[in-house]
Every structure is written in C-alpha cells, then in structure tokens.
C-alpha cells in the first residue's frame, strides 16, 4: 500500500469478541449499536467502492509505469469487510466515551486522511476513519501520560509497530521511552468497557472488533489484554 503515515496519528489494532445474539441475529444486519443497526449491504457497498478506486489506481499506475519505470504508485488503499465494521462500532464507542466521560473532541483532519487513502474527503470510508480517529485522539489525550508495561511494548512489537531492521530490544526499548503511547493502552481499556458492556453487537460473520492503524503505509494488530478477547 503507498499510503503516508497519518499526520501526528498513531493507532492500535486491538481485537475484541462482540458476536450476535438472541433476537439481534439477523443475517442482513452487519452491526447492532443499541437501538441503530447497519447492514451488510450498506457494509459490502463500501468495501466494493473502495477497493475498485483501489484497482483502478493500481491499473492506472501499471500503465504509466511501463514509460516511466521509477514513477512511484499513488495512494492505494485495499478494505475488508471486518475493517469497516471495527470503523464503525469503534467510530459510535468513541463517541459514547465522549459524551459519557465530558470530553472535548480533537477532531482527526479528515484532509489528511483522505490524502493518505487518496480518496475525496467525503468518501464514506474516509469519514469513517475520520470519526474513529477523531474518538481515539479524544480518548487517549484524557489519559495520563506514561511509559509502556512490558506486555504492551511487546504487543506492539508482535504487530509488527517496530522498524524492520530493529532487533526486539532495541524496538521495546524505543517504545518503553516514548511516554506518548502509554494513553493509546489507556484508550484502548476504555473503548473495551464499552464493547463488554454488551450494547453493541457485530454479525459473527465480520470476525472480532479490530481497531485499525495506518502507520509509515502499513496496517497493523495489537490484541486487546485477554479479559477483553473473545467470550
């Protein structure tokens, strides 16, 4: 993927489990939040539209590339069904927080994520990060400052956070001192009480809650702590 690092972004892929059940289990029904629902199609649409713009850049820069052999590829981004999702339960989360705990809003630049999607900004999938981003920035600058546990430097080297040339030392080490990550763990608790709380419900279908992260072009995965995994 040829995208840029968000701007002043760093994000966690953390999974939780969030599976229908009872009378909340039809099949056309993607995501349950409280009283609202979204469905599969709605969730289908956007991924196809996404990924098209995606294979047309790709096909675009093919042929260019075959008169300009160093012409570097344009903004690409590839979706998944399972990746909305998490964009949307983590999207509403964040915003039950906000309102929940009377946070200001730092609202994520939804320029600068379109740029790195190389999408328009009012693409459905955009603002949908926007949102997300917008949650987790506001969430995490209500937490305290703090170094990374051990277990947390260790998820995000397991990730795959780290450079690619760095030893496991040398990349635990450099998270352990970067106090600015410690918030993003402490975000990340919170958006969990939120799924155990259990108004929030997801179509089995579409996998565990993930909270996606764009960084240096790469999407990453940092499982939640275990009492918030799956049952």
């Known amino acids: 993927m040829g995208a840029r690092r968000l ?20 099949p056309d029904v993607a995501v349950y939040l409280g009283d609202r629902t979204v469905s599969t199609a709605e969730v289908d649409r956007i991924v196809k539209d996404v990924n098209a713009e995606a294979d047309r850049r790709i096909a675009d820069w093919g042929r260019k590339r075959a008169a300009d052999p160093n012409l570097l590829p344009p903004p690409i981004v590839h979706t998944t069904g399972d990746e909305v999702v998490s964009l949307i339960v983590l999207a509403d989360a964040g915003q039950r927080i ?9 609202t994520a630049p939804a320029d600068t994520i379109a740029e790195t999607f190389g999408l328009p900004p009012t693409d459905t ?13 506001s969430v995490a600058a209500a937490e305290l400052a703090r170094p990374l546990t051990d277990d947390e430097a ?49 179509n089995p279908q579409y996998g565990p809650v993930v909270m996606p992260v764009v960084m240096e072009g790469r999407h990453l995965a940092v499982d939640f702590p275990e009492h918030f995994e799956e049952g």
């Open 7 to 26: 701007a002043a972004v760093f994000a966690l892929t953390v999974a939780a489990g969030s599976a229908l059940a009872g009378c909340r289990s039809q």
């Open 125 to 137: 999938y955009v603002q949908l990060w926007t949102r997300y981003l917008t949650g987790l920035q």
């Open 154 to 202: 260790d998820r995000l080297f397991e990730a795959g956070a780290a450079d690619p040339d760095a030893d496991y030392d040398e990349a635990v080490h450099t998270f352990k001192t970067n106090i600015n990550l410690g918030p993003l763990f402490g975000a990340q608790r919170r958006f969990g009480d939120v799924l155990d709380a259990g108004t929030i419900a997801v």
């Open 98 to 106: 906000i309102a929940e705990r009377g946070l200001g809003t730092r």
